[in-house]
């Protein structure tokens, strides 16, 4: 099995930064699409940043030129790198990894534990 280990999330004051870290262990044959996704309370979850095994990257409007999805494939962990934070942005954060485990052509989706991010005013 895989697990995604989260951390990095916190209480900051608006115009903060925060960065969140999730690796991956376990039976680990190579990982394809990672990403972060938020839930607020009431609210729908969202798509934050994704990077695919190419390295493109993709971010909800509401968060470009603030935030920053990176990795370390040796580490098999991303990170997001949270800037200029604003009160709308509190919500759990989850990372969601797309992983084969081994050398068939199947991917499996995981997702980490979320981690609370509180930005206040």
């Known amino acids: 099995q895989v697990q995604l280990t989260e951390s990095g999330g916190g209480l900051v004051q608006a115009g903060g930064s925060l960065r969140l870290s999730c690796a991956a262990s376990?039976?680990?044959?190579?990982?394809?699409?990672m990403g972060w996704y938020r839930q607020a309370p009431g609210k729908q979850r969202e798509l934050v940043a994704q990077l695919t095994r190419g390295g493109s990257t993709n971010y909800v409007e509401s968060v470009k030129g603030r935030f920053t999805i990176s990795r370390d494939n040796a580490k098999k962990t991303v990170y997001l790198q949270m800037n200029s934070l604003k009160p709308e942005d509190t919500a759990v954060y989850y990372c969601?990894?797309?992983?084969?485990?081994?050398?068939?052509?199947?991917?499996?989706?995981?997702w980490g534990q979320g981690t609370q991010v509180t930005v206040s005013s």
């Open positions: 376990g039976r680990i044959f190579s990982i394809n699409d």
């Open positions: 969601r990894m797309t992983v084969r485990t081994g050398s068939g052509n199947y991917a499996y989706e995981y």
